[in-house]
Structures are given as C-alpha cells and as structure tokens.
C-alpha cells in the first residue's frame, strides 16, 4: 500500500482537480482526490492510493461499493428492461412496492429518484390530505419543520432551511412553513396550536444528519407521534440519511418505538448502484394522489426496482441493522476514549457519529485533509465537526484501523 503520511498531491490527481474546478460550477468544495476503483469499503486514486470509506456517500454506500447482491441484480436488470416509465407497468414494480412496504409496515410506496424529490413529495401529498382529508381550507396548509434541518436542495425545501448557506441569494420561497427550534416539544405544541385547523403535518428528521448527526432528547419523537395523532396532523419522518440501517435499526424512529406516517426514504434505497427514493405510508394518506397530480419519468423504473428490492431483501434479515449496532458499540467506545485528546464531544448511534474536534487542532475540513492523507475519507459538517458513517458492512480491523487514524490526525 502507498505511504499516504505526506501532503504533497501527486501530479495526476493535481491536474485532475485542476480540470474539474476548471469546468464544473463550485457549488461543492470536494477533498482533493480523484477516485477511480472501489470495493467493499475500500476506493483506489487515480495515482493508485487507498482510501477507507468513511463517508459511504453520506449513507447511500451502507452496503459498501460494489456489493455482489446489489452489482447482480444491477446486471441482471440491464439485460432485460432499465426503463418503461410509469405510463406503463413493469415486472419488478409491484415486488419491489410490496416489499418496501412491507419492510415498512405500511400499504403503499410511491418511488421516486433523489431524496429531495421525494421530500417534496411528501409535502404535496401532506398538502392534498390536508385539504381533502382533514378539511383545509384551500391554499392555507401548513408544514412544522426543524431548526437545524436538511431536505435537499430545491427552492421549496431550502426556503425552510435555516442555513444561510443552503438558503440565501435563492428566494422568493414556497410559503406554508412554520420552523421550530429541534428537540423542543413544547415549541411544536405551540406552533401547532397556534395554527391548529391548518396545520397538516411535521417533517422532521429523527437523527439530523447534516446537522452533525444532531440525537433529538429520548421523549422526542414520542412525544411528536401524541401530539401528531392527537391534533391530526402527520407525522413525515425524513429517514433519508437515519434509515435502512444506519443507526442499528431499520429506522432511527424505531430506537424511540414510534412509527411516522410517512416515511420518506432515499440514499442507501439505491444501493449506491442508482438514485432511488421513496414515500412510504398507507392508504388513507398516499391514497389522496390520484392520476395526473403527481409523477416522474424515472421515478419506479425497472433498474432502479430491481436494486432497491434487492438492498431491502438485504435489510430484512437484520442482519445489517445488527452489524451496525454492534460495531456502533465500537465507534462509540473509541470515541469516548478521545474525549479530552482532541474531541470536545460527540453524538452516536449505530455506525454513524458527528464528532466535535477541538477547534484549537484546525476546523473539520482540515482534519478531514488530514485523514485523507493517513488514507481515511471522512466529511466535515458545520465548522469543528466531523461525520463518520462507514459502510455497514465494514469489519472490526478496518473501523479500527480508521478510528487509529483519526485519533493520530488529532495529535
Ligand atoms: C441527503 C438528504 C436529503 C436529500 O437527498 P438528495 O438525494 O441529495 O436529494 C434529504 N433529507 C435528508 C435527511 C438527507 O440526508
């Protein structure tokens, strides 16, 4: 394996950085290096160094690169059918609903593509229950969301980010949303009460991943499920990131015992083989779409099925989810240990933790270009702290091995 202990880019990835900041718009601000081949939890550099995933492209990777299951079913699709639309109905589509459904203890699945789709959709299906179920007068629908939250990237969707960054330079924005600060019941209650015959739903995420995997107090989300039931408004769990996995349960909401009323799910759905998303719920909330008022070209496509009921064939046995909180126990042990040698604090669950760096060692990007040089990929999130989120199916040694180095780039 090359010495990855210097800081000098080599000259291909140099002059591939150097082309591709040349010719793409800068609305990203990538780690310089240029990756070429990946497997399992390992990815190769166009100049032939190794790179541990820590990333797992913010959960979309939790079955790792290149899973045999997820690259076989991937193949087998190929050969046969990749794209039909949904003017007409393909043989991987009801298996892959019922199953995803099923997975989801809920009646009907409407696919998507990226999580940001799929995320607007549950706002016009909460919007449409509102005013054809609950009795919303028109046009005055409401949606609570989160301090701290991240939807995706559409105008709709940053219009109710609080993040300068994701939102200003982009409005005028889609009204029809109330923020409250994250964690806070009671500022929930009163935004719903303060809108109690309009307001149709709460869109939170249960663990917030941007926001540097942000754990909610442990009366949270239950307390969310009462007040949603209880005022009927819905409960839309934005599991895109926390879920299939991740936090050692099929779902971050599963940790609290509570079930949304829609889930909303994408990133690892598509087994980082294709971008899959979906909306998840049962038949007296998705049953208010009807023919013509909602759709996407790809969205539910045969490739896209094929690996997605694959990746939730995976998920069923457990087996994942279990690896996750069992190594999760290793993460949070080794992290622990670094309390006080370089970490402030930090937040886990299952395989996934934001780590707050002592500001004094250098901001989070200059970590993560630290351990990208003791051959570690790993994203800062807002200022000092770092998200780890390796794949799922990484082993013991190799989390070690990456912790080491995270633990030798903060001394
Ligand atoms: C990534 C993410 C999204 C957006 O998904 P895209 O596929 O990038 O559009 C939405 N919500 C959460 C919680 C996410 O982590």
Known sequence: ?????????????????????????????????????????????????????????????????????????????????????????????????????????????????TGAEAVETAIKIARKWGYDVKGVPADTARIIVAGGNFHGRTTTVVGFSDDPDARNGFGPFTPGFDLVPYGDLAALEAAVAANSGTTVAVLIEPIQGEGGVVIPPADYLPG???????????????????????????????????????YVLGKALGGGVVPVSAVVGDSDVLGVL????????????????????????????????????????????????????????????GLWAGVDIDPALGTGREVCERLLARGVLAKDTHGSTIRLAPPLVISADDLNWGLDQLEGSLS
């Open 224 to 262: 969310v499920r009462e007040l949603c039931s209880r005022e009927r408004v819905l409960f839309v769990a934005d599991e895109i990131q926390s879920g299939l996995g991740r936090t050692g349960r099929t779902f971050a909401c599963d940790h609290a015992g509570v079930v949304p009323d829609l």
């Open 290 to 349: 009807h023919p013509g008022q909602h759709g996407s070209t790809f969205g539910g496509n045969p490739l896209a099925c094929a690996v997605a009921l694959e990746v939730v064939t995976m998920l069923r046995s457990g087996e994942h989810q279990a690896r996750a909180a069992a190594l999760g126990d290793v993460l949070a042990e080794r992290l622990q240990a670094m309390v006080g040698h370089g970490v402030v604090s930090f937040r886990s669950r």
């Open 1 to 113: 394996m090359t010495d990855h202990r210097t800081r000098v880019t080599p000259r291909r990835t140099a002059d591939e950085v150097a082309r591709a900041q040349a010719r793409t718009a800068h609305n990203y601000h990538p780690l310089p290096v240029v990756l070429s081949d990946a497997e399992g939890v390992w990815l190769t550099d166009v100049d032939g160094r190794r790179f541990l995933d820590f990333l797992a492209g913010y959960s979309a990777l939790n079955f790792g690169h290149a899973h045999p299951r997820l690259l076989a079913a991937a193949h087998a699709q190929l050969d046969r059918l990749t794209l039909t639309s949904r003017a007409f109905v393909h043989d991987r589509f009801a298996d892959f609903c019922a199953a995803l459904g099923d997975l989801c203890g809920k009646e009907m699945v409407l696919p998507m593509n």
